[in-house]
């Protein structure tokens, strides 16, 4: 799903996250930055200008992803690798995330320096060349920061572009926050534009690295090219930041492989330089240390340290020397030198801190600028204000009576993994500071990793713990899998039961009115008798139900005393549904007559024993000769005689249930499968989207255990590196339960980072009390209610669902108000998505209705249930409420009197417009004074003609607004995305195209795409029956063959094994009429067959494919057939027998034939539009977007409108065709297992749903 805008509306409380996910504008732009100041007059805490801010690029503006792939404001394409030979990529996305972090420090930096430094000289008169200088300083920090950035940024994209190690899903999220923070485009400033002079420089650079690498082995040679290097760099450095921007940029592959082995091979001589200046013990007492200049660091408080890193297995832990212990008088003469050089700090051990191990630095308060009687603090960045540390000072008692000092000293233990410490010092009384000029102050280290090895190390830890992450996710997701359908299991007996009880229901309605006909008073009323004297008589007193019993009729005393023979005409109920039958009579002998007590004497008896239906109340006969020329019907009255122990109406509306039940026993257990599998089918698909969601949220955020249970703790863990809070000082978490609405919220906490150097998941505790059914949760980087930076899942919040809550979530009250509704009244897609996704959310839970006109021209086939309920007046019209049941929905259909609504059709009339209108006061007068219960929840209204449902006065209820078509009513339109409380479009690329509508443009921060689904037991091709074979994904070639040769025989095409391409489609301009010509034309080219489903409203439009069809016919009389007219078994055949569905739409909302295709296995050739580009990703250029929202290629796509543009894509299907079969069969399996139902997208809804009840 995706969401345009992200401005909110205020709300009325003074805290932000009273409801979480609303942020004014003004609020969004208060970001706080906590730096390390720069001078004696700049304040310790200040604000950044907003423009600094990380800000999202236009097109991200645009469209952000957030429910469609269940994640926030980051993006992973949800397939973490696991490939051991991926750590070149692992190190370089951990350089690139703390290289960023510095960064962004520095530009805030940058940015509040120049403020303060204007304002500072405005109020001093500051001298012009102290404030260059300031600036000078300033930029040259944050150049700094931004080639260390680039740099990283370089062995990134080195890492991403080597073909031998796949991408790691973080370093796509890296590469796209990239582009979303405006702040750090373009930053590459050490790799210039400049084609030229940049050649030049890589040459020399490669030369120069050659060079080094062959005098590596000899010190002296080696430390005097690398100098000579190092000034070479320099000076190609200051050319290449002058040169023309503008010019093409070089290879980064060939420049980011130049970088890392420039990097390697310096790392090398510089500690080979390190170790030949290794100063003597005696050398080392004698001379003090001075602490390095660096650039101006930021020094907000972050996380504690990380702790130490455990040892990789292919590097082993080098022992740690313990550091010299120095007495007082060595401590004294280190003071006394300090002081004479003007140095204001030594370390205690002189030559350095080692990483791990205690160490004591000193500090001469009256050699600085920081007042004298303070308490000092020292502020300590480690590995380049990673991570930040408070120290106190304390008084130096060693050196408390030297003169004209006053020194101070601070005792700390260093992470192993610290390979930089800088370091200011503040008066905690003033906040006044000492920032060495500027510069801050350096901890020297005589023993440290280096950062590449601390990032190795780190890369390593983050591999294990991912690996460790996602088997425990795995392992979680497993148990979920295995109680989901351990439900289903049951839920499929149930539905087994309710099957049955169904088909009962339905055998007792069928059976309760044939006894309303049967035993009606028409029948009950007739004149009976079981014998009428010398005429006919029945023995033992009438006919038996049940059984056969003897009919005499005396031929001498009727009409047929001339004839030869005699038969009987026999029926039952008043000769009901003329079920009769002839039997012939046969004289009777005295014997007959006997029995039957019958005279003989004078008497012509004839006579036969006739089957009695258990069923009869009434025995229906008259008499005739065999050859049916006389007969004896009582005088045109019929004969009727009552049946002898006849069934009452209740025994015989069990009976005939009993009977349709033997009759109908294996259809009764082929339907109570079908149904089992079906719901089991439904739970599996629900539970892999819900499962997908979970894969693609937990790239960002994820709970242990995953199902929290209410009343116990839970952890959440969040990945700020993926989303907008990346390279934030913290990480705050708060919330709620219960959608906002429990009593006891989540108290803002900041997350702690799960690994060393705060890369990945940062964590933090929550406790979900008993009543709890959902978890509420936004991030911030700041526990302040102002926060600057803020991930509100696009403002729906984050919401993790709560297991055995003792007050469970109320189910939703959901009615849709529209014109359109399948099967019953359906023009386009509108009618589908009403009943498509109505039942998607009732099957989540919920309790859903459609409100609809009662149309003359709907399907009442279709219509179970139909009622009257009531009447009411509404604009001086009767409208009469009936109530009915259409696919398993409660439907209320509105008849108004005036006769709106029985006009022949849906749309098409000049009045559409008013009758629409008078539809939405009819259901709104409906809704609020003549529905029973309470009122509905939400109030879901479609495309123009519910519109004004939108804005119109709903209250308790809160409407929500879809868009299926902007093409009509755009004012009706716009007025209700004003109105709504939350507006969507059927697809997120859809809702791209026309966010730049007036109707829609000032409505963005509640506009959201959701894509639409299939009805997957609708379109199934292992239980359709139009298909002359069922078949899955596993017989789909089988399958596919078969419906192949019945469709070419259906459309008398011949067998040649040749590719077959289909269009089904209206023919109008909206779907590329042209590109279908061209298309025609094409396949025929090609050696392919062609064919057409579908007609044009437009006469012209139909007189030109009327010309086309004719023109194919004759060049190519069995490869091509156009049918144009509604065919709904042709339509499931060619889905089925197609190789290709094309469906070149110049645009399409969504477009669902695109996805019943490949419900069938038909790849799918579109252009790029709309719904077809959220739908189908090209086999060959959509690898990485199709990952990136969780789903794999699967057809083939174009951009242009021409027909240039269509051969590229149908080209390049054919060829695959004729080429790779195998290829091609794989991608009709693939397409076959992608779910395409209402699954995810009703999830997207109810979120929806829920954000609109705020």
Not at 1028 to 1046: F, I, N, Q, V
Not at 1158 to 1183: N, Q, S
Request: with cysteine; proline share 5%; net charge negative.
């Amino acid at each position: 799903m995706v969401v345009l805008g992200q401005s909110c509306p205020a709300h009325p409380s003074t805290s932000l996250f009273s409801r979480p996910g609303l942020l004014t504008r003004a609020q969004r732009q208060r970001i706080r930055f906590f730096r390390a100041p720069a001078s004696q007059q700049q304040q310790q805490q200040t604000r950044a200008d907003p423009w600094t801010a990380e800000r999202p690029t236009d097109a991200q503006s645009q469209a952000r992803s957030s429910l469609s792939n269940g994640q926030g404001n980051g993006q992973s394409n949800g397939k973490p690798c696991d490939n051991g030979k991926a750590s070149d990529s692992r190190v370089a996305m951990i350089a690139k995330v703390s290289a960023a972090k510095a960064l962004a420090r520095k530009l805030a930096d940058e940015k509040q320096a120049a403020i303060d430094a204007a304002k500072s000289a405005a109020e001093k008169s500051m001298d012009e060349s102290d404030l260059d200088a300031i600036k000078q300083r300033v930029e040259k920090a944050s150049a700094d920061a931004a080639r260390q950035h680039a740099k990283a940024d370089a062995m990134a994209r080195a890492a991403k572009k080597n073909k031998d190690v796949p991408a790691q899903p973080q370093l796509v999220d890296i590469e796209r926050l990239k582009a979303e923070n405006a702040a750090l485009q373009g930053l590459v400033v050490e790799l210039a534009a400049n084609k030229d002079a940049a050649a030049q420089r890589l040459a020399a650079l490669k030369e120069r690295y050659q060079q080094i690498i062959a005098q590596s082995g000899q010190n002296g040679a080696a430390a005097q090219t690398l100098a000579s290097f190092d000034e070479e760099e320099d000076a190609g450095e200051a050319r290449a930041e002058q040169a023309s921007r503008d010019q093409a940029k070089l290879d980064e592959e060939d420049i980011a492989q130049v970088v890392m082995n420039l990097m390697k091979a310096r790392d090398k001589l510089q500690q080979q330089r390190q170790q030949d200046r290794q100063p003597t013990a005696a050398a080392a007492q004698a001379v003090p240390a001075a602490a390095t200049p660096q650039a101006s660091r930021p020094a907000s408080q972050q996380t504690q340290p990380s702790p130490p890193l455990p040892a990789t297995n292919n590097q082993e832990q080098k022992p740690k020397r313990k550091p010299h212990q120095a007495d007082p008088e060595t401590i004294r003469r280190w003071a006394e030198q300090a002081i004479q050089r003007q140095q204001p700090i030594f370390t205690a051990p002189l030559n350095g801190a080692i990483a791990g191990q205690p160490a004591r630095l000193f500090y001469n308060r009256a050699a600085g600028p920081l007042p004298q009687g303070g308490a000092l603090v020292m502020k300590a960045g480690y590995n380049e204000w990673e991570d930040i540390q408070l120290h106190n000072l304390q008084q130096a008692d060693e050196l408390k009576d030297l003169n004209n000092s006053d020194w101070l000293v601070v005792e700390t233990k260093l992470p192993e993994d610290t390979w930089k410490l800088d370091f200011v010092v503040m008066d905690e009384n003033s906040g006044r500071y000492d920032n060495n000029k500027g510069q801050d102050f350096a901890l020297p280290l005589a023993e440290a990793p280096s950062q590449e090895d601390v990032l190795q190390e780190r890369a390593a830890a983050f591999q294990r713990a991912e690996q460790q992450r996602l088997q425990a996710l795995e392992q979680e997701e497993e148990k979920i899998h295995q109680q989901t359908m351990a439900a289903a299991r049951e839920a499929a007996e149930t539905a087994k039961r309710r099957y049955r009880q169904n088909r009962q229901t339905e055998w007792t309605r069928e059976a309760e009115s044939v006894v309303e006909e049967r035993r009606s008073p028409d029948v009950a009323n007739l004149p009976t008798s079981s014998r009428q004297d010398h005429l006919f008589a029945w023995s033992q007193g009438g006919p038996q139900a049940g059984h056969r019993t003897l009919l005499a009729y005396n031929r001498a005393a009727g009409p047929l005393r001339n004839s030869s023979d005699v038969s009987v005409v026999l029926g039952y109920d008043g000769w009901w549904q003329q079920d009769i039958r002839t039997e012939q009579f046969s004289r009777l002998n005295q014997q007959q007559l006997q029995e039957a007590g019958l005279q003989g004497e004078g008497h012509d008896w004839w006579g036969k024993a006739v089957e009695v239906p258990r069923t009869a109340a009434i025995i229906d006969f008259v008499f005739c000769d065999n050859a049916r020329r006389a007969w004896d019907n009582n005088r045109q009255r019929d004969f009727h005689s009552d049946v002898v122990g006849a069934l009452n109406p209740d025994q015989l509306v069990q009976h005939l249930c009993d009977m349709l039940q033997r009759e109908s026993s294996s259809e009764l257990a082929r339907g109570e499968q079908a149904a089992a599998d079906r719901t089991i089918r439904n739970a599996h698909q629900k539970a892999l989207a819900l499962k997908k969601r979970r894969a693609a949220r937990r790239q960002i955020l994820y709970t242990t255990p995953v199902a929290p249970r209410a009343g116990e703790s839970m952890e959440v863990f969040y990945n700020p590196d993926a989303t907008v809070l990346r390279g934030r000082p913290e990480t705050w978490l708060r919330g709620s339960f219960n959608r906002w609405q429990h009593p006891q919220p989540i108290q803002p906490r900041v997350m702690t980072a799960a690994l060393p150097g705060g890369v990945g998941f940062h964590r933090a505790a929550v406790q979900v009390p008993r009543d709890a059914h959902t978890v509420d949760i936004v991030l911030a980087d700041s526990g302040d209610d102002d926060a600057g930076f803020f991930d509100n899942n696009d403002g729906l919040d984050y919401h993790i669902p709560v297991t055995g809550s003792s007050h469970p979530a109320q189910p939703l009250h959901i009615v849709h108000i529209a014109v359109e509704m399948a099967p019953v009244a359906k023009v386009g897609g509108m009618g589908d998505v009403v009943t498509a996704l109505g039942r998607a959310v009732q099957d989540e839970g919920h309790r859903v209705e459609v409100i609809l006109p009662k149309y003359d021209c709907m399907d009442y086939d279709q219509v179970r249930g139909l009622k009257q309920l009531r009447d009411f007046w509404c604009g001086g019209v009767q409208v009469k409420v009936w109530e009915a049941e259409i696919e398993d929905l409660r439907t209320i259909l509105l008849e108004p009197s005036n006769g709106a609504f029985w006009v022949g059709c849906i749309y098409g009339r000049n009045d559409d417009a008013h009758r629409f209108a008078f539809f939405c006061n009819a259901a709104l007068e409906y809704l609020k004074h003549h529905a029973p219960g309470s009122r509905p929840d939400i109030l879901h209204c479609h495309d123009w003609s519910t519109a004004p449902i939108a804005y119109a006065d709903t209250h308790p209820s809160r409407s929500v607004f879809t868009l299926h078509n902007l093409n009509f009513g755009a004012d009706l339109i716009g007025r209700a995305m004003g109105g709504a409380a939350a507006a969507t479009t059927v697809s997120p690329t859809y809702a791209v195209e026309v966010s730049g509508h007036p109707a829609i443009a000032p409505h963005l921060s509640k506009f959201y795409g959701v894509r639409n689904g299939i009805d997957q037991d609708i379109w199934d091709p292992t239980s359709d029956s139009f298909l002359p074979r069922l078949y899955d994904s596993k017989s789909e070639t089988e399958g596919k063959a078969a419906a192949k040769a019945e469709l070419r025989k259906h459309m008398s095409l011949s067998s040649a094994d040749v590719p077959l391409v289909g269009v089904v489609t209206r023919l109008t301009h909206q779907k590329g009429i042209h590109l279908i010509k061209h298309a025609a034309w094409r396949t025929l080219e090609r050696g392919g067959q062609f064919v057409l489903l579908g007609s044009a409203p437009d006469p012209r439009v139909q007189g030109e494919f009327n010309a086309l069809a004719g023109d194919l016919g004759r060049q190519y009389p069995d490869r091509a057939r156009l049918w144009f007219a509604y065919d709904e078994p042709l339509s499931h055949l060619i889905y089925a027998g197609c190789d290709m569905l094309l469906v070149p739409s110049i645009f399409e909302p969504c477009g669902l034939t695109q996805m019943v295709a490949m419900r069938y296995g038909t790849v799918p050739v579109v252009r790029r539009t709309g719904g077809l580009a959220d739908t189908v990703f090209d086999v060959e250029h959509d690898d990485d977007r199709a990952s990136a929202t969780g789903m794999v290629t699967n057809g083939f796509s174009f951009d242009g409108s021409d027909a240039a543009g269509m051969d590229y894509a149908l080209n390049r299907a054919l060829s695959m065709w004729y080429n790779e079969p195998k290829a091609w069969r794989q991608l009709c399996q693939r397409v076959m297992e992608q779910d395409w139902s209402w699954a995810d997208p009703a999830l997207d809804y109810i979120e929806l749903y829920h954000k609109a009840l705020r």
